[in-house]
C-alpha cells in the first residue's frame, strides 16, 4: 500500500514551458486534492476532485488545469510556467470531504 | 479576516518541557471539523487529528493532547515532555459547509525543541 505517490520529487522549467505533476493514492478515496505551499505560509487549495470525471476550482487556480479520468489519477498541468508558480506542490486524497488528507511527498517546483 | 489563526510564529522551548501550541478558528457553521498536522524538517505532512464540533471531549495520545473549547474557538495542542524529534511546523486547520469543506490551513507554528 503506497499510499499517495507524487512524481517528480523536483523539477526546474524555465517560464513559458509546460508540464505535468503526477499524483496516484491507491487507497480507493474518492476526494483528492491539489496545493501549493510557499515559505512562510499554510497550503493553499488550487483545484480539487469529489470523484471521477468531476473536478472543481479551489483558492487560486489560475495557470493550472486538473482532469480525474479514475478514481487512482490527478495529474496537475501548468499550463505556461511563471515565476510565481516556483513553489512545493502537495497532492493529498481522503475519504470523504470532510475527513483526514493524507498526502503525498511533495513535488518541489523551480521556474527560471 | 483569518479563518484560522496561530499567532505563535515560533516556539522554542527545551527537551522535556511541556509546550502548547495555539489554534483559533472562525465559522458561523454548527458542524465542522478541525485537524492538526505535522510537518517535520523533512517536508511531509503527517495527519495527526480530526475533531468534528459536537465532540468537545479532550484527546490525549501518547504525549499528545487537544483541548477543544467551542466557548473560545479553540483546538489547542499540547506535547508533554517534549522531545527533539517533536522539531517540525504544525499546522491547524478548519473543515466547514461555508467553505464546501474544503480545508482552511493556519499559517503554522515552527515548534524547535532544543536538546
Known amino acids: 500500500n503506497a499510499g499517495v505517490t507524487q512524481t517528480p520529487k523536483f523539477q526546474v522549467l524555465k517560464t513559458g514551458q509546460s508540464m505535468t505533476l503526477q499524483c496516484a493514492q491507491d487507497?480507493?478515496?474518492?476526494?483528492m486534492s491539489w496545493y501549493r505551499q510557499d515559505p512562510g505560509m499554510g497550503l493553499r487549495l488550487i483545484h480539487y476532485?469529489?470523484?471521477?470525471?468531476?473536478?472543481d476550482q479551489g483558492e487560486v487556480p489560475n495557470g493550472y488545469n486538473v482532469s480525474r479520468s479514475t478514481t487512482e489519477d490527478f495529474p496537475l498541468r501548468l499550463l505556461s510556467a511563471a515565476p510565481s508558480q516556483t513553489s512545493v506542490y502537495f497532492c493529498?486524497?481522503?475519504?470523504?470531504?470532510?475527513?483526514?488528507?493524507?498526502f503525498g511527498p511533495g513535488t518541489r517546483l523551480t521556474v527560471t | 479576516a483569518q479563518k484560522v489563526t496561530q499567532a505563535q510564529t515560533e516556539i522554542s522551548v527545551v527537551e522535556k518541557e511541556d509546550v502548547t501550541l495555539d489554534c483559533v478558528y472562525e465559522?458561523?457553521?454548527?458542524?465542522?471539523?478541525l485537524f492538526w498536522y505535522k510537518q517535520p524538517p523533512s517536508g511531509e505532512l503527517v495527519f495527526l487529528i480530526r475533531?468534528?464540533?459536537?465532540d468537545e471531549q479532550n484527546e490525549i495520545s501518547g504525549r499528545y493532547s487537544w483541548n477543544f473549547q467551542k466557548s473560545t474557538s479553540s483546538f489547542n495542542f499540547t506535547i508533554t515532555a517534549s522531545q527533539v524529534v517533536d522539531s517540525a511546523v504544525y499546522f491547524c486547520?478548519?473543515?466547514?459547509?461555508?467553505?464546501?469543506?474544503?480545508?482552511?490551513w493556519g499559517a503554522g507554528t515552527k515548534l524547535i525543541i532544543k536538546p
Open positions: 493529498a486524497s481522503s475519504p470523504g470531504l470532510n475527513g483526514e488528507q493524507y
Open positions: 487507497m480507493n478515496h474518492e476526494y
Open positions: 476532485s469529489v470523484g471521477a470525471g468531476i473536478t
Open positions: 465559522t458561523r457553521d454548527t458542524t465542522y471539523y
Open positions: 475533531r468534528n464540533s459536537f
Open positions: 486547520a478548519l473543515s466547514e459547509v461555508d467553505s464546501n469543506y474544503q480545508l482552511i
